[in-house]
């Protein structure tokens, strides 16, 4: 893995490759639909016709357009149950259970299929057909012991046109290899996914960097029309994941979110998709992460890059990592190892942009494996969080570090607004990668947690594969025991990388006349205690600047880590018509500060009594 705690699969070039094993991509062609061979427990569908719509007794066949095909009692299949053939087509469940691939075989078999024939993963199912506005709702599907790998319960593509599913009222049971509950691929856009449960039971895939592991798995492309709606879904259970988008605009929420993973980028929610927002969600996994908002693994806007526009939102999420990840046990097959950089509340990656968290609760928990609340690594342009609490804990005396605020990579400017940062080993913390891109921290809290390690610090550095520049923390609020000069930075050296962090605070000064009048267009000057100049400006109609003044600036260098303080600062006023300045005059910038100082202006006259 190239990063730590993340890897998936990057294909150069564009997303339209088609592998000869089932379900090998996550993106994958579309093509005319043609004929294959019908089994013969696919025959005969239909029991005959009621006065709300068809009945059915059995598995078959469903290929009369506008149809409701209704259920009348518990059905199985050795095979696939259900194949849709053609558009506008509502199979209610009516209470009752589909139960598929009752025998086993070498071929994946499906509850319903909506499929081309070309595709060579549902070879030996039937197929072709359109299957446009397709409902299922009202029972479960439950797949069968002897269900071969890849055996969805409900299976969507590579069909034009095959939009509009929506799937509500079901529950859902499977525990094959790399099975999915609902699985589409280059279909399924505008669809609706509601008040489902889904039992997940998965607990071992083949292909974890294909988020094989998920319990609803959309994968239409950006060009594709409206995306998902999936929302008030229970999800229990899965190998890896909850719910993965990588359509343009799904909305994602008031899903209840129980993922129990054991292989890497194990995410209750992907955001993978442009304008993608999830909100109102709970999501407290076995085992496993959060949120993350991505999209580069599979080039959505270009090779390499992630989203534009995701949003995550009114989110409550607690998440822990369990020693139980199988891709990175010995051998690959012990499932007893900790997941890389451990459970993640939020995380961005994959050069998403202008990407958004905000009003999220995230307490992110550490025992055995390590956990961070907020987690930036690959990010493009223009992301930020405002008004999250993230929270990481240590679990009793658990060796894991919880960490609020972690940073690997982090290639561009990240802004963070209001947010409060509880870390239990420490506050802030950057990975070996560095964070080379910048930060800013405005009114943020950062604090030391109620259970914290012995050797916890609020600023925490690892970088020894890239530097960490440019992380300014403003008019900041230190809670707990955390402290603005409390880091184990080290000098540089062999292991160690350039590194700084620094602490600012805004000072705003008002400048008026003796009537308390303001008086625009003041000159302002600031020089910081080594008197190098911190800042120049004029002040505005309301006779106002305001500047962000640099306290500590704490870096390293090849011998020493340097404290270096530049406060206090020297102000000095001047303004044309006005005399009465005072002298320069020193302010010691240890916290946010307002201040007014007067002139003597021409302008000062009293107005006349009447």
Same mark, same amino acid.
């Given at each position: ?155 969507? *593509?590579?069909?034009? %046109?095959? &939009?509009?599913?929506?799937? =509500? $009222?079901?529950?859902? !049971? @499977? ?126 806007? *270009?090779?390499?890059? %992630?989203? &534009?526009?995701?949003?995550? =939102? $009114?989110?409550?999420? !607690? @998440? ?126 950062? *604090? ?163």
């Amino acid at each position: 893995m190239g990063r730590t705690g993340r890897s998936y699969l990057r294909r150069p070039g564009a997303i339209l490759q088609r592998f000869s094993a089932p379900q090998h991509s996550i993106f994958e062609t579309t093509a005319e639909a043609s004929t294959r061979a019908i089994p013969d427990e696919m025959r005969g569908a239909e029991a005959g016709a009621g006065p709300n719509g068809h009945a059915l007794k059995s598995c078959g066949i469903l290929a009369s357009g506008g149809t409701t095909y209704i259920l009348q009692q518990d059905v199985s299949s050795p095979g696939t149950c259900f194949s849709v053939q053609a558009n506008n087509i509502t199979l209610n469940l009516n209470g009752h259970t589909i139960t598929y691939a009752t025998a086993p075989g070498n071929q994946p078999r499906y509850g319903i299929l909506a499929e081309a024939c070309w595709d060579t993963s549902v070879a030996g199912n039937p197929c072709g057909g359109t299957a446009d506005h397709l409902t299922v709702e009202n029972g479960s599907i439950t797949q069968g012991s002897a269900a071969p790998a890849y055996s969805h319960g409900i299976r969507i *593509g590579q069909i034009n %046109g095959t &939009n509009q599913l929506t799937v =509500h $009222d079901v529950t859902f !049971t @499977v525990s094959a290899i790399s099975s999915i509950p609902i699985f589409t691929t280059f279909a399924g856009a505008d669809s609706l996914i509601f008040k489902n449960t889904f039992q997940n039971n998965v607990t071992v895939i083949y292909n974890r960097h294909q988020i094989q592991g998920a319990a609803i798995k959309f994968t239409n492309s950006q060009g594709a029309r409206n995306g998902q709606t999936i929302h008030d879904n229970t999800i229990v259970g899965g190998a890896q994941g909850g719910i993965f988008s990588a359509s343009p605009g799904t909305q994602f929420y008031n899903n209840t979110i129980r993922q129990n993973g054991r292989y890497s980028n194990d995410f209750a929610i992907y955001e993978w998709g442009n304008n993608d927002a999830a909100f109102n969600n709970v999501i407290s996994p076995v085992s496993g992460r959060g949120i993350q908002i991505g999209g580069g693994a599979v080039s959505v806007n *270009g090779h390499g890059m %992630g989203s &534009n526009g995701a949003v995550a =939102h $009114d989110n409550k999420i !607690t @998440v822990i990592e369990l020693p139980q990840n199988c891709d990175y046990s010995p051998g690959g097959t012990g499932c007893n190892a900790c997941e890389p950089a451990g459970a993640f509340g939020i995380q961005f990656d994959d050069n998403p942009s202008n990407g958004q968290a905000y009003n999220n609760t995230v307490t992110a928990k550490a025992e055995q494996c390590d956990a961070q609340a907020l987690r930036l690594t690959d990010t493009g342009p223009g992301n930020s969080s405002h008004d999250n609490t993230y929270i990481a804990s240590r679990i009793g005396s658990g060796t894991g570090k919880a960490v609020g605020l972690g940073f690997a990579v982090l290639p561009n400017h990240f802004s963070s607004t209001h947010d409060t940062f509880i870390g239990d080993t420490a506050t802030v913390w950057v990975d070996w990668l560095g964070a080379a891109g910048g930060f800013t921290c405005l009114q943020c809290t950062l *604090g030391k947690g109620s259970n914290p390690a012995s050797n916890y610090v609020t600023f925490s550095f690892f970088n020894g594969g890239h530097p960490a520049a440019g992380l300014h923390f403003v008019d900041t609020t230190f809670t707990g025991g955390a402290a603005k000069d409390s880091t184990d930075m080290q000098a540089i050296g062999p292991n160690r990388l350039s590194a700084e962090y620094f602490i600012d605070w805004t000072y705003t000064l008002t400048v008026q006349n003796t009537l308390a009048r303001p008086v625009a267009g003041a000159s302002v000057t600031i020089r910081d205690a080594r008197g190098e100049p911190a800042f120049t400006g004029t002040t505005d109609a309301n006779g106002r600047v305001s500047a962000v003044l640099n306290e500590l600036h704490m870096h390293n260098t090849s011998s020493a880590v340097i404290r270096q303080v530049n406060t206090p600062h020297t102000i000095s006023v001047t303004a044309a018509g006005c005399t009465g300045a005072p002298a320069p005059y020193p302010v010691k910038v240890t916290q946010t500060i307002t201040q007014t100082v007067q002139l003597q202006c021409k302008l000062d006259e009293k107005v006349p009594s009447k």
